[in-house]
Nanobody, 125 residues
Framework: QVQLVESGGGLVQAGESLRLSCAAS????????MAWFRQAPGKEREFVAV????????DYADSVKGRFTISRDNAANTASLQMNSLKPEDTAVYYC??????????????????WGQGTQVTVSS
């Protein structure tokens, strides 16, 4: 069992930065693939970024590539999402997710077993 708690959301202006953190409780954090998803009002939850266990390979949605960076600290049981050059269209509730391993395609919600409660990110123009 893994419990995830996100933090770091807030209200910023376009062009600014935020750093989200996901604190995980439970054992064997290093064996979990960690991902960030987001959900805007009236839209489906969508993939943002993933960092795999082991070698820590990463992948990003095209909409955030070059602006967002995902990382993990296995010693601290945390995963982070550095978000730069934020745009109004990045406004959403951001969720941390974990799976060991993901079931099928890691870009989809169904692949993950554990979810945090979400943190709101609002970007004003």
């Amino acid at each position: 069992q893994v419990q995830l708690v996100e933090s770091g959301g807030g209200l910023v202006q376009a062009g600014e930065s935020l750093r989200l953190s996901c604190a995980a409780s439970g054992r064997a954090f290093s064996t979990y693939t960690m991902a960030w998803f987001r959900q805007a009002p009236g839209k489906e939850r969508e993939f943002v970024a993933v960092v795999h266990w082991g070698g820590g390979g990463t992948d990003y949605a095209d909409s955030v590539k070059g602006r967002f960076t995902i990382s993990r600290d296995n010693a601290a049981n945390t995963a982070s999402l550095q978000m730069n050059s934020l745009k109004p269209e990045d406004t959403a509730v951001y969720y941390c997710a974990a799976a060991s391993p993901p079931r099928g395609d890691y870009r989809y919600v169904y692949a993950y077993d554990y979810w945090g409660q979400g943190t709101q990110v609002t970007v004003s123009s």
